[in-house]
T-cell receptor, first 114, second 113 residues
Framework: AQSVTQLDSQVPVFEEAPVELRCNYS??????LFWYVQYPNQGLQLLLK??????LVKGINGFEAEFNKSQTSFHLRKPSVHISDTAEYFC????????????FGPGTSLSVIP | NAGVMQNPRHLVRRRGQEARLRCSPM?????VYWYRQLPEEGLKFMVY????????ESGMPKERFSAEFPKEGPSILRIQQVVRGDSAAYFC???????????FGEGSRLTVL
């Protein structure tokens, strides 16, 4: 069975500074990888996904992530954060044999400080 | 095109009562997933359904919880004899027949008094 680890439960960062949210996964088979964002009292919105091809994936709101198979990582980055990026971020994985059953990490709370 | 619709958005129940949460998937989507989010935690997979079929219920508690997705109408997550530990946000997601991205509803927040 697959699992997802997000080592940082909370990440404070100043406005316009860069940020990296870390994600590691484990699985015995090939996987698809996702990052979702959740704003307070709302549902989840897909930021980006890795299915195949280029290991550098660009998403919405200026975010990008890089798939590293040897390190089983899928870290999320943004070169300059905005106050509106304050939210909960979830890394998620789905086995290629079962595409739609997505397993989520515990989440990282990003707080952007003015 | 309406998104995934969940209702009620907020539900308060006393211990021992029943809670019914409804989810209407996006138009054209035939796969429904239910997730539970406890306070300060991530989302935990509960069940995956297609029309009239439960495909994977490995995340469902063995007792008191059930889910259905009838041929007509929304998917229902039913919790019988609720306890305080059932207080959580319950999210529904849907995906199209060919698979792909999960589209989430805004959640139903259950509070058990």
């Amino acid at each position: 069975a697959q699992s997802v680890t997000q080592l940082d439960s909370q990440v404070p960062v100043f406005e316009e500074a860069p940020v990296e949210l870390r994600c590691n996964y484990s699985s015995s088979v090939s996987v698809y990888l996702f990052w979702y964002v959740q704003y307070p009292n709302q549902g989840l919105q897909l930021l980006l996904k890795y299915l195949s091809g280029s290991t550098l994936v660009k998403g919405i709101n200026g975010f990008e992530a890089e798939f590293n198979k040897s390190q089983t990582s899928f870290h999320l980055r943004k070169p300059s954060v905005h106050i509106s990026d304050t939210a909960e971020y979830f890394c998620a994985v789905s086995e290629k044999t079962s595409y739609d059953k997505v397993i989520f990490g515990p989440g990282t709370s990003l707080s952007v400080i003015p | 095109n309406a998104g995934v619709m969940q209702n009620p958005r907020h539900l308060v129940r006393r211990r021992g009562q029943e809670a019914r949460l409804r989810c209407s998937p996006m138009k054209g989507h035939s796969h429904v997933y239910w997730y539970r989010q406890l306070p300060e935690e991530g989302l935990k997979f509960m069940v995956y359904l297609q029309k009239e079929n439960i495909i994977d219920e490995s995340g469902m508690p063995k007792e008191r919880f059930s889910a259905e997705f009838p041929k007509e109408g929304p998917s229902i997550l039913r919790i019988q004899q609720v306890v305080r530990g059932d207080s959580a946000a319950y999210f529904c997601a849907s995906s199209p027949p060919q698979g792909g991205e999960l589209f989430f509803g805004e959640g139903s927040r259950l509070t058990v008094l």
